[in-house]
């Protein structure tokens, strides 16, 4: 019986404090959005899976200040410490299906040009991506990241090689500085 208890009260403890860390996270990002403040979110996780698990409860959020917000936070805690994103890839990728905010969908993909890929996320990821890529009316920043880890993916992929090549030689001419760049190294990678 005092074991459960024990199990008990060591329970709402780390609910108490979960609770805590998640009330210090909404407080900053309730501040505004700065460099300066997404510094002090990086530093405030630290390497704490504990708190990442707080800041990611804002990073899936409903309210869309509170997604946009964090998200440039867990893109850099995400390229810098795979660790502590790692058991939100899958909910990452389900999230680009319908992102509350581009600046969600950006960081995403940001994290995932400098992570290994886990193999059962690749399809769906570069489904994806095709789709941002392909269609021009999407932010420059999410087309040039989706090339990225398109290349990436194909790496492992030969038959999506031709693939790529082919959208990238279509893309191109119409291209940002940024998109061309891209473009180029796939390319130069895959065009033989």
Request: glycine letters at 4%; hydrophobic letters at 40%.
């Amino acid at each position: 019986m005092l074991y459960k208890l024990s199990l008990d009260v060591k329970g709402n403890l780390d609910y108490l404090w979960a609770m805590k860390e998640r009330e210090h996270i909404r407080e900053i990002l309730e501040k505004g959005h700065s460099k300066a403040l997404r510094n002090e979110l990086i530093t405030y996780v630290g390497n704490s899976a504990k708190k990442m698990k707080a800041l990611m409860h804002f990073f899936f959020h409903d309210n869309l200040q509170y997604c946009q917000r964090s998200s440039w936070s867990v893109g850099v805690i995400g390229v810098e410490n795979h660790k502590l994103v790692a058991p939100y890839l899958e909910q990452m990728v389900k999230t680009l299906d319908n992102p509350k905010h581009d600046a969600v969908a950006r960081n995403i993909l940001r994290i995932f040009e400098d992570i290994d890929l886990p193999e059962d996320l690749e399809g769906h990821l570069c489904d994806k991506c095709f789709d941002y890529v392909e269609n021009p009316k999407h932010a420059i920043a999410l087309r040039a990241f989706g090339l990225t880890v398109l290349q990436k993916i194909a790496r492992s992929y030969p038959e999506l090689q031709s693939e790529l090549v082919a959208l990238v030689k279509e893309i191109m001419p119409m291209g940002s500085a940024a998109i061309k760049v891209r473009c180029r190294r796939v390319l130069k990678e895959f065009d033989n």
